[in-house]
């Protein structure tokens, strides 16, 4: 007999020992990286064992008529594994392969849950299928013995839980992804195509020819020969060894350009096989991106965001595993994924082993998720061949969140500033003056902005960005939140830097989504006071090139009128910048902002929950018991926004056959789910009460706007809110 794996519609068959045999050599394959090949290849041939049952064999036959999941197959080959190795190893593969189309399981209790349990035991404790007739096709000889990172052992010591959980997570995605790579090229007839673009080699010498013919290393006078300083000190630290980076450079230096070179140094001389590059916002991620395909080409960068837009179809079959030489995405993918148990999510997290990666604006990394945050860094860098680097203007204090002593005795995790004298980059690049001027109200706010020819404020609250925009006449007057969908903000940046190069009114009221690494330039800046290193970021959009003296190009920090609720997310920073800029004359200094993160980052916590990871999520995985990790749990708690929002989809001209789809049921392809991200905002609760009756549900979280005047392109979705903060959207 012959047994079956797939099936497609003109009856032609995959062999279920072919597929079995593609999904190990490719598992095993992707696990050479972290060298757990072994494991790889072991949980590849197991995977779909229960495949081998009669029942099943009748069913993909169309012999049997059942629903799809009718005849469990996973769980029979996560028995197998158990059974074959009854420790952390077994453990380890099981939670792999029954895993492996649910998406990662709570481990659950092995005397208590049976197999009813949603559970990896309730999987465990399971009746399955006869699956027995695998023995006649395979043989299993090579089971794991071990993990071969530092930090892994069978017997757990203090901090491995965490790491051996990580370790599962990484297997997991080394098999989900080949398991969909064979199906796919099984389904296609190996005609998808997936270029994974130039080698590193390739790309490097495309940089060196760019920094060339652009003179960004020979600059001799003032400011370029600053930025020329800082560049060659990235390329001279890149070819060093150490694991563990801070670049502190002020806004204008030129990180971006140098953070890259150094990146694609060190991934040379080291063989390192990517670049990602994690950047905070969706706003940002676009300028970044155009940036790196002018150097390296179309088909070398990999834009990994949820509503990136891709043309070109290798491009978006890369987007789903991240096999490409550049990676940029964002903070919210990037560690959401590491703590996602959806396999959708955690195909990729392979492919960020053995990889430089970048972490731009690394003082945004939201504080009640920074330690679970860190530790994902950490055990890319300890255990899977990373080098990481903390980039940003406003470098927060985060070694010590770093661990010290590691489990294995090894010297404990040092960050290792790349640039010598970051004190003398921020007195070259200073380029503004802070002033504080107290409480104002909107309509002083709104006279003292018309007094200006060009000049952008930012506010905390999306109410009054809108507020204060209504109360602004006359041309070149643009507003931008995150009630605006993501192609009119994009529209509006790019009339506004029109009207910046070009001489011309130009009066923005913004929310912080233009505060960090938007490439806009204006001679004056109101800024809402909040965290302090928010209002250097804001500084960071004024004088940008340097043209006027700092002493003329002021950041005017104001207070917002009482009617205007601090958002709950700034309210600590808030707090700690008043305290450590009281009688300063100069708060963007480098001692200011030191004390700054020092005082945000100490914690006074009586509680069992650290205000640093407000969920306990390392603790979880760290304090669980006999390895049962709370994968599914943890999946649905962890979020980087902290934020219980419902998404509105803004139907537009392209969008009939969307909403047909959505009205009649019908599933949506994945470029059509990207055009409702680009499409849509996010909004609370309470406003969602207030516009009821004018949107159509489509599922728990998302809704359909049905009536057109409730949109407006330069406003947004028109819903009054009392409370909601710009911090939290990204």
């Known amino acids: 007999m012959e047994y079956i794996a797939h099936r497609k519609e003109n009856g032609n068959d995959q062999l279920l020992l072919d597929h079995l045999t593609g999904v190990a050599n490719m598992a095993e394959y992707f696990a050479a990286d972290f060298r757990a090949e072994d494991f790889g290849r072991c949980v590849g041939m197991l995977h779909d064992i229960g495949k081998y049952s009669n029942r099943f064999q009748r069913y993909i036959r169309g012999e049997e008529k059942l629903k799809r999941g009718d005849v469990d197959h996973s769980s029979a080959g996560a028995i197998e594994a158990y059974h074959m190795s009854a420790n952390a190893i077994g453990l380890i593969m099981s939670y ?12 659950g209790s092995k005397y208590d849950d049976n197999e009813s349990a949603a559970t990896l035991w309730g999987r465990l404790n399971k009746e399955v299928e006869d699956y027995s007739s695998y023995t006649n096709e395979i043989q299993i000889s090579d089971k794991p013995q071990k993990p071969h990172i530092s930090l892994i052992t069978e017997s757990i010591n203090e901090k491995g839980n965490f790491s051996l959980s990580f370790f599962i997570r990484m297997v997991f995605s080394c098999l989900v992804d080949a398991d969909f790579l064979d199906t796919e090229k099984y389904m296609t007839d190996g005609m998808q195509d997936r270029d994974a673009g130039e080698d590193i080699h390739s790309l490097k010498k495309k940089l060196d020819s ?6 960004y290393l020979k600059g001799k006078k003032g400011i370029n020969k600053y930025r020329s300083d800082i560049l060659k000190e990235c390329i001279e630290e890149g070819k060093g060894d150490e694991k563990f980076y801070t670049l502190t450079v002020p806004t204008g230096g030129g990180k971006t350009i140098s953070s890259l070179a150094f990146a694609l140094e060190r991934a040379e001389k080291a063989s390192k096989k990517r670049v990602i590059y994690v950047i905070p916002y969706c706003s940002i991620i676009e300028q970044t991106v155009d940036i790196f395909r002018h150097i390296f080409g179309e088909n070398n960068v990999l834009a990994a965001y949820s509503n990136a837009d891709y043309d070109d179809e290798n491009l978006r079959l890369s987007a789903d595993n991240w096999n490409k030489p550049i990676v940029v995405t964002t903070s919210v993918q990037f560690f959401e994924s590491f703590y996602s ?7 990729k997290l392979h492919n960020v082993a053995d990889s430089v990666i970048i972490f731009d604006e690394a003082q945004l990394l939201p504080e009640f998720r920074l330690k679970p945050c860190i530790r994902v860094i950490e055990e890319l860098g300890v255990n899977y061949g990373c080098v990481a680097v903390l980039c940003t203007a406003t470098q927060p204090s985060l070694n010590q969140f770093f661990e010290k002593v590691l489990i294995n005795r090894k010297p404990g995790i040092i960050l290792k500033e790349i640039c010598a004298d970051t004190k003398e980059l921020f007195t070259v690049f200073r380029r503004v003056s802070f002033n504080k001027i107290g409480k104002i109200s909107d309509d002083e706010l ?6 200006h020819e060009q000049v952008l404020c930012i506010v905390s609250t999306r109410k009054q960005a809108a507020n204060l925009f209504k109360l602004l006449d006359g041309d070149g007057i643009y507003h931008l939140s995150t009630l605006m969908t993501a192609e009119h903000r994009r529209r509006t940046l790019k009339d506004v830097r029109s009207r910046l190069q070009n001489n011309k009114r130009c009066i923005v009221v ?30 960071g959009r004024c004088n940008r090139e340097g043209g006027m003296d700092a002493d003329r190009s002021i950041v005017y920090v104001f207070e917002p009128e009482d009617k205007y609720k601090t958002p709950r997310m700034l309210k600590r920073p808030l707090e700690v910048e008043q305290m450590v800029t009281n009688g300063e004359d100069d708060i963007s200094s480098t001692d200011i902002i030191r004390k700054y993160f020092d005082t945000l980052h100490t914690i006074e916590d009586s509680g069992q929950k650290s205000g640093l990871d407000a969920d306990d999520i390392v603790g979880s995985f760290e ?11 943890i999946g649905r708690k962890f979020r980087m926004i902290d934020s219980d929002t419902y998404s509105v989809f803004i139907p537009d001209e392209r969008s009939d056959n969307i909403v047909w789809k959505l009205e009649n049921d019908i599933m949506l392809t994945p470029d059509e789910y990207r055009h409702i991200g680009r499409c849509s905002v996010n909004i609370y609760e309470n406003e969602l009460n ?18 057109s005047d409730l949109y407006d392109e330069r406003m947004g979705l028109i819903c009054d809110d009392d409370r909601s903060g710009e911090a939290i959207f990204f």
């Open 446 to 451: 709104a006279e003292k902005l018309e007094d």
């Open 690 to 707: 207030k516009i009821r009756n004018y949107v159509d549900q489509i599922d728990d979280r998302s809704f359909i706007l049905m009536d």
């Open 96 to 107: 792999c392969i029954s895993g492996h189309h649910s998406g990662l399981l709570d481990g």
């Open 210 to 215: 760019f920094l060339n013919k652009n003179g």
């Open 341 to 347: 148990n959806r396999t959708s999510a955690c195909r």
């Open 510 to 539: 913004s929310t912080s989504l233009i505060e960090a690494g938007v490439d806009v330039d204006f001679p004056c800046v109101y800024k809402a006071e909040t965290g302090l290193d928010s209002i250097i970021q804001a500084g």
């Open 623 to 633: 304090n669980a018991e006999k390895l049962s990790y709370p994968f599914d749990t």
